[in-house]
C-alpha cells in the first residue's frame, strides 16, 4: 500500500496569509494526486487533480505542485472560508490512500 | 445537476448487516467509476470499495470479505452490502465518483455498530 504523510496536522493561519500544506507518498504514484477540502459536517470537496490541475470552480488561489514524491498544496492569500480541513488523496494505485488531514484554523 | 444521495445507515449490532443505498442522478452509475468512502467520528478519510463503467469490483483489505459494492442500473443506485459488522466499521459512509478524482459526493450516511 502506498502510504501519504502529510504535514503540519494543524496549521494556525491569519486571513490574508500564504498557507502550504505538504503531502509526501511512500513510492512514486507519478501525478496521480488529488487534494480536497472538508468542513465540519460535510462532504469533502474536490480542489486539485492530478497534482496541480484547477478543478472547475475552485478558486485560483489555490494551487498544487509536486517535486518526485513529495506535493504541496498552496493557497496563495487565505480567506476566511477556507478554514477547513485538508486531504490529499494518491489514485495512483489500489487501495487509493488519504493523507491524515491538515487542519487550517484561524490564528 | 449531478447529485448523489446516500440512505440506509443506522444502529446496527456487531455481527449485523446493513445495505447502503446511493442513488445517482445528473449521470448513469455504469458510465462512471464509483466508490464508498467513509470516515470514523473525528477521523480521516479512508476509501472502502469501487466499481469500474465495466462491472470490475476492488475493495480495501479492511473490508474485503464482508462487503460488496453492486449497483441497479434502472435504478441508477449505487449500492454497499455491509455484513459481519464490527464497532471499528462505525463511520460516515460517502458515495463518490466519477473517476478516481472524487468529483462528485454524497451528503453521506452514518453508520454505527455498537451493542
Known amino acids: 500500500d502506498i502510504h501519504m504523510t502529510q504535514s503540519p496536522s494543524t496549521l494556525s493561519a491569519s486571513v490574508g496569509d500564504r498557507v502550504t500544506i505538504t503531502c509526501r507518498a511512500s513510492q512514486s504514484i507519478t501525478s496521480w494526486m488529488a487534494w480536497y477540502q472538508q468542513k465540519p459536517g460535510k462532504a469533502p470537496k474536490l480542489l486539485i487533480y492530478k497534482a496541480s490541475s484547477l478543478e472547475s470552480g475552485v478558486p485560483s488561489r489555490f494551487s498544487g505542485s509536486e517535486s518526485g514524491t513529495e506535493f504541496t498544496l498552496t493557497i496563495s492569500s487565505l480567506q476566511p472560508d477556507d478554514f477547513a480541513t485538508y486531504y490529499c488523496q494518491q489514485n495512483n494505485s489500489f487501495p487509493l490512500t488519504f493523507g491524515g488531514g491538515t487542519k487550517v484554523e484561524i490564528k | 445537476e449531478v447529485q448523489l444521495v446516500e440512505s440506509g445507515g443506522g444502529l446496527i449490532q456487531p455481527g449485523g448487516s446493513l445495505r447502503l443505498s446511493c442513488s445517482v442522478s445528473?449521470?448513469?452509475?455504469?458510465?462512471?467509476?464509483m466508490s464508498w468512502v467513509r470516515q470514523a467520528p473525528g477521523k480521516g478519510l479512508e476509501w472502502v470499495s469501487c466499481?469500474?463503467?465495466?462491472?470490475?469490483?476492488n475493495y480495501a483489505d479492511s473490508v474485503k470479505g464482508r462487503f460488496t459494492i453492486s449497483r441497479d442500473n434502472s435504478k441508477n443506485i449505487l449500492y454497499l452490502q455491509m455484513n459481519s459488522l464490527r464497532a471499528e466499521d462505525t463511520a460516515v459512509y460517502y458515495c463518490?465518483?466519477?473517476?478516481?478524482?472524487?468529483?462528485?459526493w454524497g451528503q453521506g450516511t452514518l453508520v454505527t455498530v455498537s451493542s
Open positions: 466499481i469500474y463503467s465495466g462491472g470490475r469490483t
Open positions: 445528473g449521470f448513469t452509475v455504469t458510465s462512471k467509476f
Open positions: 463518490a465518483g466519477d473517476t478516481t478524482n472524487f468529483q462528485h
